[in-house]
């Protein structure tokens, strides 16, 4: 499917005013000049996005076609457009750039080589295209105009459908042709969707490879051996986590896992910044200077002074950039195979452990199953915590049956031996609202014990509710804080709140009645 033919319409956007690969500085200089955004204090670039300030899941889109008909998963998150639609969309894309100043993107996506695709980006905001620059694989040489790329993102964010005419559900669109090989982009400057839309075309194009593609974070000890994956829904901790000090970073978002080991998608990082500090996250503080994007941070317009606090647009406050300003970053991005796999789930029930071992049948339950909660912003509508189960821990990015990528996932589970644990970095000592977030400094040395072997070393208790083995000690954390139960006041309502969330497992796992009983039987028990 690799080699299928991009619309040579494309090639009439020579003709207009587009400008290709420009340079950090030129897209700056382009950028403020438009008066899109404006240079703040760390010397980052500066955008308000406006309305949409999260994804727009309910606004996705692919095309039922040759292509994706029989192989995309179609339902709720996978939703169909017709080939008509899209060509609709096509054609008023092609109108709207007629004219204009274009800003255009010639890169990749992938870091191995044998696995990389090449990415042409056409912005009409050049903080848009910066933004790109960063997150994706730069060309070492420019090679534009000589062939088509292997995929096309076109990203219009004042180009608006007409939801009845369109035959969509708004004036928002985010809608991929596999066909054509074209992501079109309109009605929402979340810078967001973009990345996210590669990693769905990823996640569809790789597993036809024998590659699993993972919503994970990824990073690496002193060996290429030493590799440990992150994977956790939106604001789970993958960014923040994976930024250690004492760690080489892989990529904080996107990866690939094939036979010779994991590569990232991706060239840059996105990290969320509400309450961001320089000292629990020194890394990320560190990473935002010139050439950064940051988006819907709250700043001054006159001193350009920074407010990483303040929420008044969204929760969803955003810092791009590329992954060389994290020091040590493993670059191009390729590491071996993972030792550990930290599954992170954001527990707004308060009940779950902050650290737990999982077997090899638990750990494919979980990541099936996907729990975890939908935090403040990046959705759009969602403004508290919301418990949701979203399998392989990115469910609005899986064009296929997670099933596929399950089995994969089990494969090299076997084939490496690795180790599984289930990471709660939400709440705990009671629910949303009553028990509090799980300290980020405890997170992080739980996470440096699972990952450097000590949890090897000690004993475990298994919990009644779930199932899950939780370590009895981990030096340099609250031993207090290791059972979940021990952190409610009322252990009756721990015990019902573990019940109801231990019954929502197992009625969301009916979704999955083809699984091997082994796996099934590993889940909750009432
Ligand atoms: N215990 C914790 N573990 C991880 N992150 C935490 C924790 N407590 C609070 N946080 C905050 O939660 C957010 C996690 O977001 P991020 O790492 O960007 O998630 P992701 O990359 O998975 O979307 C950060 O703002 C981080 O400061
Ligand atoms: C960019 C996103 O991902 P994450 O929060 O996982 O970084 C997103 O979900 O919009
Ligand atoms: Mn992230």
Redesign the pocket.
């Given at each position: 499917m690799r080699n299928m033919k991009t619309l040579n319409e494309m090639d009439a956007l020579y003709s207009r005013k587009v400008y290709n690969n420009l340079s950090v500085s030129e897209l700056v200089e382009k950028s403020i000049s438009l008066k899109e955004s404006i240079l703040t204090e760390k010397g980052a670039l500066h955008a308000y996005t406006g309305e949409f300030t999260?994804?727009s899941p309910k606004d996705k889109y692919i095309v039922e076609d040759s292509v994706t008909k029989g192989r995309v998963k179609w339902g709720k998150i996978n939703q169909p457009i017709s080939e008509q639609t899209f060509d609709s969309l096509y054609k008023k894309a092609l109108a709207y750039m007629s004219g204009r100043e274009l800003f255009m993107f010639e890169g990749a996506a992938g870091a191995d080589p044998n696995h990389q695709i090449s990415i042409r980006v056409i912005n009409e905001l050049a903080w848009h295209n910066l933004f790109v620059k960063q997150l994706l694989i730069q060309h070492e040489e420019h090679d534009s105009g000589k062939k088509e790329p292997d995929f096309s993102i076109i990203c219009l964010p004042g180009l608006k459908a007409d939801p009845m005419k369109d035959e969509l559900h708004s004036e928002t669109f985010i809608s991929i042709s596999f066909e054509r090989r074209i992501v079109l982009i309109g009605g929402t400057a979340y810078a967001?969707e973009m990345?996210?839309s590669v990693f769905s075309v990823l996640n569809f194009l790789l597993p036809f490879e024998g590659i699993l593609p993972m919503?994970c974070s990824a990073n690496m000890g002193d060996s290429p051996d030493d590799v440990a994956l992150f994977f956790g829904?939106?604001?789970t901790g993958?960014?923040t986590l994976s930024a250690d000090p004492n760690r080489k970073l892989i990529g904080d978002?996107e990866h690939g896992w094939s036979d010779t080991g994991v590569f990232n998608f991706e060239g840059g990082c996105?990290a969320?910044c509400i309450g961001l500090s320089q000292e629990q996250e020194p890394q990320i503080w560190r990473a935002i200077k010139y050439g950064s994007v940051l988006e819907n941070v709250v700043i001054d317009p006159e001193t350009r002074l920074l407010d990483f606090d303040a929420n008044t647009y969204t929760e969803n406050t955003r810092a791009a950039y590329s992954i060389e300003n994290i020091p040590g970053a493993v670059s191009p991005s390729i590491a071996g195979h993972p030792k550990v796999i930290i599954f992170l789930t954001a527990d707004a029930f308060g009940v779950l452990p902050p650290i737990s071992k999982l077997k090899k049948e638990q750990a494919m339950y979980h990541f099936l199953s996907g729990y975890t909660s939908k935090l403040a912003g990046?959705e759009r509508g969602v403004t508290e915590p919301e418990a949701t189960f979203s399998t392989c821990f990115g469910e609005p990015f899986l064009p296929l049956d997670p099933n596929i990528y399950a089995e994969l996932l089990g494969k090299k589970i076997d084939d490496h031996d690795v180790r599984v644990y289930l990471v709660n970095t939400g709440w705990s000592g009671g629910a949303y609202g009553v028990g509090e977030r799980i300290k980020l400094a405890n997170t992080r040395t739980m996470v440096r014990a699972a990952i450097n072997g000590d949890l090897e070393k000690v004993n475990y208790q298994q919990d009644s509710h779930f199932g899950l083995f939780i370590p009895e000690t981990i030096a340099g954390v609250p031993t207090e804080i290791l059972n979940p139960r021990q952190t409610w006041g009322n252990k009756n309502a721990y015990d019902k709140k573990a019940q109801e969330l231990a019954e929502r497992f197992i009625s969301n796992f009916e979704r999955f009645s083809n699984v091997m009983p082994e796996i099934k039987q590993a889940g909750p028990k009432i």
């Open positions: 999260g994804r967001g990345k996210k919503h829904l939106s604001g993958k960014t978002d996105y969320k990046t």
